[in-house]
């Protein structure tokens, strides 16, 4: 089946630029999600179809898309941007989602 | 608002049935697609299989066929996730969420449930 693969951590200091990528066979021609995931509770969408927010989520994220490898840009890191964040996508060949091994950002 | 609430944390001995809940409000619940989705202690997004409400129209990942089953109530837009035996290894959080077609996006999320099977 279809394996996305993201790192396991990423490190930013406040006001800085975290990029996390989302590593997939042709993974540009799918449309990929975004997910931030705050310790303890529910997962939230924050990117949808590569690089579209939902409402209520802030403009510094923003998503991108080509090639193997899509990645998901937070600028200008806070705080409460630590989380984990999961990439997702359909699998067209098992007709199901997929999702990331998920990435846990930290804030220095 | 949309929003999807769960039913509580439950604590279920090995062998034990179990039927969690996920009741969908603020939208038409039998218009989108119900997603389950587990997370293990300290581990990642599994993704279980989905419903449409509107018609019981019901898919599972391989991983999951025939280890649950998912159904749903449109008089009363509650979807369900159920197991007959329950194992130690099902010990999850487990959550629903909600998309419009089975590409889009979960873009609301219910609160999740604990499970905890423990003997």
């Given at each position: 089946?279809?394996?996305?693969?993201?790192?396991?951590?990423?490190?930013?200091?406040?006001g800085q630029?975290?990029?996390?990528?989302?590593?997939?066979?042709?993974?540009?021609?799918?449309?990929?999600?975004?997910y931030?995931?705050?310790?303890?509770?529910?997962?939230?969408?924050?990117?949808?179809?590569?690089?579209?927010?939902?409402?209520?989520?802030?403009?510094?994220f923003?998503g991108?898309?080509?090639?193997?490898?899509a990645?998901?840009?937070?600028?200008?890191v806070?705080?409460?941007?630590?989380?984990?964040?999961?990439c997702?996508?359909?699998?067209?060949?098992s007709?199901?989602?997929?999702?990331?091994t998920?990435?846990?950002?930290?804030?220095? | 608002?949309?929003?999807?609430?769960?039913?509580?944390?439950?604590?279920?001995?090995?062998?034990?049935?179990?039927?969690?809940?996920?009741?969908?409000?603020?939208?038409?619940?039998?218009s989108?697609?119900?997603?389950?989705?587990?997370?293990?202690?300290?581990?990642?997004?599994?993704?279980?299989g989905?419903?449409?409400?509107?018609?019981s129209?019901?898919?599972?990942s391989?991983?999951?066929?025939?280890?649950?089953?998912i159904?749903?109530d449109?008089?009363?837009?509650?979807?369900?996730?159920q197991?007959s035996?329950?194992k130690?290894?099902?010990?999850?959080?487990?959550?629903?969420?909600?998309?419009?077609?089975?590409?889009?996006?979960?873009?609301?999320?219910?609160?999740?449930?604990?499970?905890?099977?423990?003997?």
């Amino acid at each position: 089946s279809y394996v996305l693969t993201q790192p396991p951590s990423v490190s930013v200091a406040p006001g800085q630029t975290a990029r996390i990528t989302c590593g997939g066979n042709n993974i540009g021609s799918k449309s990929v999600h975004w997910y931030q995931q705050k310790p303890g509770q529910a997962p939230v969408l924050v990117v949808y179809d590569d690089s579209d927010r939902p409402s209520g989520i802030p403009e510094r994220f923003s998503g991108s898309n080509s090639g193997n490898t899509a990645t998901l840009t937070i600028s200008r890191v806070e705080a409460g941007d630590e989380a984990d964040y999961y990439c997702q996508v359909w699998d067209s060949s098992s007709d199901h989602p997929v999702f990331g091994t998920g990435t846990k950002v930290t804030v220095l | 608002e949309v929003q999807l609430v769960q039913s509580g944390a439950e604590v279920k001995k090995p062998g034990e049935s179990l039927k969690i809940s996920c009741k969908g409000s603020g939208y038409s619940f039998t218009s989108y697609w119900i997603g389950w989705v587990r997370q293990m202690p300290g581990k990642g997004l599994e993704w279980m299989g989905i419903i449409y409400p509107g018609d019981s129209d019901t898919r599972y990942s391989p991983s999951f066929q025939g280890q649950v089953t998912i159904s749903a109530d449109k008089s009363i837009s509650t979807a369900y996730l159920q197991w007959s035996s329950l194992k130690a290894s099902d010990t999850a959080m487990y959550y629903c969420a909600k998309q419009e077609t089975t590409e889009d996006a979960f873009d609301i999320w219910g609160q999740g449930t604990m499970v905890t099977v423990s003997s």
